[in-house]
């Protein structure tokens, strides 16, 4: 046998006869405009890569453009979105003018590729600016962004626009090490795969996503999509690695040896290899998994494993160059060494840079490299960095080598200036890294040493920006807390009051620390109540008067308010002054003016634009869009709305505090007007880094999932919701108005009412009186009045007498919120009267028949545009006109709610529409009434009483489904019997089910 086997590559495919057949199924889909993706998945050492490289060969034979990125071991640093660069990085080299022209129309694209001319994230300011205002112009620290959307347009639209002209076969290898902005801008182009001729590959190893890894809530996520798939590359079974033993050995080998490498590999190729490499003859295997990788190196050359070594130190692609500083061999003998390790295939060169063949190599080398010598060729990485700029990645992996050989100096500095670089590339979680390992050796660097402008207090400030943009609030709050406990009487009163009104904004992200906020900002103002005016002071003002008008202390915010736009307007502030007319015009609103508050919030939203002041200019849009909502002038709120979330997407803050508000408030809209969204928009919920960001998505959409009749998810998303009850009044209103009407729909109406009044009791200690207990008091009495009428029915006093209390209790409630609750606009808007008419007229039912005036005002109060609830309106109006003896109404209460169920695909309402409507024997459109056999003596209501009867309800129970009296009931039963020859009820149902006139 060969002392150097060949490489797996060097022979035809072995097996995998089926991953490869569905990676071609998905590439001729693509090819006929049907976008998709693959998550390959397996061991290390399985064979993905080798697939992949097969597959890859197979795709350019169709003429498809193959762009293949890999990442890399997230400790070595290194760029953000580093597979998609080096995926995307042949495009800009390419003769392909179409290519060409798609590249350079997309300038955000210079933030992953150095070759395309970067333009800045748009309304963002780069200049030098004062710090107080710099962090509203360069940063919006308030918002809780991502600023990654310019980026992701960018790649996308570049695929998108080259795929109109070929096939596209995007591939990203080992995602296991992928960073955070790489998992985004991977959720990002997978969720929106359509028509193009594009199919993206992404493989990674199953045995390293374990159950806390990162990556495994984005793959639950990623494979409910349509256009993704999943395959999995299992090892080889025993014949096919005996195939491989066989393709890979020079000369034949004795079976005990293939039988025994068979053995030893369990089915993993690369192990095969390694195997059958580690020996010359055959014989003497090595033992366990690190002998197996090693014993070969260890027969190479002594200056070959030490250029091995050097490689596995570095942790990436090498260059001639350095290895040639660092490994401390002279020209001829690396010459020799590296000669040696590419013959025996350990290492390989890619784009001019040697590396690995496997990863798994690289890690058991780079484990056998003894401490003191991996330090050293750290340091010497480190020192070649320094003296040789590498461009973008150069601090990044300059912090690395000097953190690995304990120069905390050095690797403190290169460690901020990777995280501007990261900021500025869109990668907040990168930069969130840097940072918190800066802020580790803080301590461990002497104060001579530390970079100039940079303190733990300003690091702080730091974590807690990158925290927020990385849609982490709560860890946002935790860096702002801590730099506020960093505070000594040596630090400036204006850096000072900045940082607790750093605070204070973290603390606004979500309800649960709303009163801690009130705390902080009163702090921040008696740092500067006495000061002249400041860029400073003029947003702690403005931020003063939004937390002071959060909590009904409207003339003291209308002050501060006033005084924080003329010290703005003093000191050129603009941002500061935005916010402060925010903050106005929402007051405006408040005093019932709205053409005032309108006015204001347009002229904030101008006057933030203009400062670049991004997340000022949401808010006001937010505001503004909020006049129109609460006023139910339900069109111009939706094309607010909608105007403000593609303005959050143009500057990249869509994950913003107020961009989850004008996603939240756009998609709820549509759901109450009848314009519902389809579960493939983006808008929907996925899986993030905060339990609290995906709750307040959840929250948006889950009143959708519960509509439309998905109640197996709906139950999840509710307990999911009810878990987070108090991080966001979101949150418990969707918790709690989601969970009554999915038990109300399932029939269980003791649990939706119990689900009511907890979620009363959650909202009673956050805001008393809420007006959100208006909803949730209505579905809460809704479901006591149906549990009061079915208990009456089967004769339980009991179970009565504990749903009329309930009742009884939710609607008192809701008629105190309505008295004494604080409207945002001063009085109670359609929105509120019509829950309030609903509730009331659901109690007309606790006791007894509904009455049918009532609901009907009910179904008017939802005339402001309502669509689907006041369909479930008229279902309830229609069900009380029944009771009444009123039918022909009814029947036209019943349709209108048809077509709007019909139309929504509101799977709960139409089926108790249909329900009702066939007891009460009322044609709906569209439907086909039921098919009775020639020989049927019964007529329908014979039938729905014989139906009911043999479903064990009595008389009185019977009567109550059909709205018809008990004597009638026992009339209609003694026909049934008679025309069935029965003298029992139990008969009767025996003989229908013989012939066939009953069925279920």
Partial sequence: MRVVPPLGSAIPLVGRVDELSRLRSALARAERRAAGAVLLSGDAGVGKSRLLAEFADHAAGQEALVLTGRCLDMQAGGLPYLPFAEALGPLTTTDDPVVGEAVRARPALGRLLPQVHAAPPAGLHYAQVPSA??????????????????????????????????????????????????????????????????????????????RRHPLRALLAELVRLPTVERVDVPPFGDAESRALVRALADEPLPSETVADVVARSEGNPFFVEELLASCATGADLPAGLAEVLLARVERLAPETRRVLRTIAVASDAVAHAALAEVSGLDE????????????????????????????????????????????RMHAAYAARLRAKPQGRGHDARLAYHSMQSRDHSTALAALVRAADEAEQLGAPGAALRHIEQALEIWDTVPAADRPDGIDELKLLH??????????????????????????????????????????????????????????????????VADAAPSRTRAWVLATRAGILRGIDRMDEAYWSAQTAVADAR????????????????????????????????????????????????????????????????????????????????????????????????????????????????????????????????????????????????AERLVADLRSQWHSDILITLAASTAGTELAGWQGDYPTAARRAQEGIGWLETMLPWALGGLRIGALGVEACAAWAGAARGRGDAKAEAEALAAGEALIEHVRECARRGRPRTGTLGPEGHAWLARAEAA?????????????????????????????????RHAEALLAAGDPDPAAEQLREAHEVAR????????????????????????????????????????????????????????????YISEKTVSVHLSRVMAKLGATRRAEAVAIAYDRGLLTH
């Fill in 903 to 962: 139309r929504l695909g509101a799977k709960p309402l139409l089926a108790a529409v249909r329900d009702l409507a066939h007891r009460a024997r009322a044609e709906l459109p569209g439907e086909r009434p039921a098919r009775r056999a020639v020989v049927d003596p019964l007529t329908d209501r014979e039938r729905a009483v014989l139906e009911r009867v043999a479903l064990g309800r009595t008389n009185r129970q019977v009567g109550a489904e059909l």
């Fill in 843 to 875: 109690a007309t039912g606790l006791a007894g028949p509904a009455d049918p005036a009532s609901w009907e005002k009910a179904v008017a109060a939802f005339g402001y545009g309502a669509v689907y609830e006041q369909a479930v309106c008229r279902l």
């Fill in 332 to 375: 001829l003998q690396l010459d020799e060494a590296l000669r040696e390790a590419v013959q025996h295939h350990v290492l390989v060169i890619e784009r001019g840079f040697y590396t690995f063949r496997h990863a798994l190599l690289r890690e058991a080398v780079y484990g056998d490299v003894l401490p003191g010598e991996r330090s």
């Fill in 570 to 713: 003093a000191v050129g502030a603009g941002g500061a002054e935005a916010a402060a007319l925010t903050t106005l015009g929402a007051l405006a609103d408040s005093a019932g003016n709205p053409g005032e508050a309108r006015e204001r919030l347009r002229q904030a939203e101008r006057k933030a634009r203009d400062a670049g002041a991004l997340h000022v200019e949401l808010r006001a849009l937010y505001f503004l869009a909020l006049s129109y909502d609460d006023l139910a002038e339900i069109a111009p709120a939706i094309e607010l709305y909608r105007r403000g979330i593609e303005r959050a997407e143009e500057s990249g803050l869509s994950w913003s505090s107020f961009g989850l508000g004008l996603r939240a408030r756009h998609v709820f809209l549509r759901y109450v007007s009848g314009d519902w969204p389809a579960d493939s928009e983006k808008d929907r919920p996925k899986a993030s880094v905060s339990s609290t960001v995906t709750a307040l998505l959840t929250a948006s959409w889950v009143h959708l999932v519960v509509a439309r009749g998905r109640f197996a998810d």
């Fill in 133 to 210: 205002e710099a962090e509203s112009l360069h940063r919006a620290r308030a918002a809780q962004d991502l600023g990654e959307l310019q980026l992701f347009d960018a790649v996308l639209g570049v695929l998108t626009e080259i795929a109109e002209q070929r096939l596209v076969v995007l591939v990203l290898e080992d995602l296991h090490w992928a960073d955070g902005s790489t998992r985004n801008l991977l959720s990002f182009v997978l969720s929106r795969l359509r028509s193009q001729r594009l199919l993206v590959i992404g493989s990674y190893r199953e045995e390293d996503v374990h």
């Fill in 462 to 527: 730091e974590a807690s920006f990158f925290a927020g943009t990385s849609g982490e609030p709560e860890r946002a709050i935790a860096f702002a807390r801590s730099a506020v406990e960093t505070l000594g009487p040596e630090v400036d009163t204006e850096d000072a009051a900045f940082t607790w009104r750093r605070l204070a904004e973290a603390l606004l992200s979500l309800d649960s620390t709303f009163d801690e906020a009130v705390d902080a900002i009163g702090r921040a103002w008696e740092l």
